[in-house]
Nanobody
Framework: QLQASGGGSVQAGGSLTLSCVVS????????MGWFRQLPGKGREFVAG????????AYADSVKGRYIISRDSATKTMSLRMDSLKPEDTAVYFC??????????????????????WGQGTLVTVSS
């Protein structure tokens, strides 16, 4: 089970941090990621982090502004979002892919590779 939180409304240039708590499963076997979705559109990759936490990947649109991280002690993944823009407005979803048989450093970018999803959290950025 994944529980996402931290969405809200901010002005352009502001910051938010999203959190995703993973419960009931083996945190270390999960590659993790964040996606976002606009009404009527598919889910877009935002950021991903490997099982080890060493490798990270970002969509070009958020690179340099967002930071993804994970904490095995609290079984939490976070997304720090700075310099927010109105075009960042979307529903954000956290997701995990159970990849115990895969290399530790793989970062997943594709929706189909993820096995479990949290509920969305809305981020609204006003100009």
């Amino acid at each position: 089970q994944l529980q996402a939180s931290g969405g809200g409304s901010v002005q352009a240039g502001g910051s938010l941090t999203l959190s995703c708590v993973v419960s009931g499963r083996s945190f270390s076997t999960y590659a993790m990621g964040w996606f976002r979705q606009l009404p009527g559109k598919g889910r877009e990759f935002v950021a991903g982090i490997s099982r080890s936490g060493v490798n990270r990947a970002y969509a070009d649109s958020v690179k340099g502004r967002y930071i993804i991280s994970r904490d095995s002690a609290t079984k939490t993944m976070s997304l720090r979002m700075d310099s927010l823009k109105p075009e960042d407005t979307a529903v954000y979803f956290c997701a995990v892919g159970e990849k115990s048989g895969w290399p530790m450093e793989i970062v997943l970018r594709r929706v189909v590779l993820y096995d479990f999803w949290g509920q969305g959290t809305l981020v609204t950025v006003s100009s």
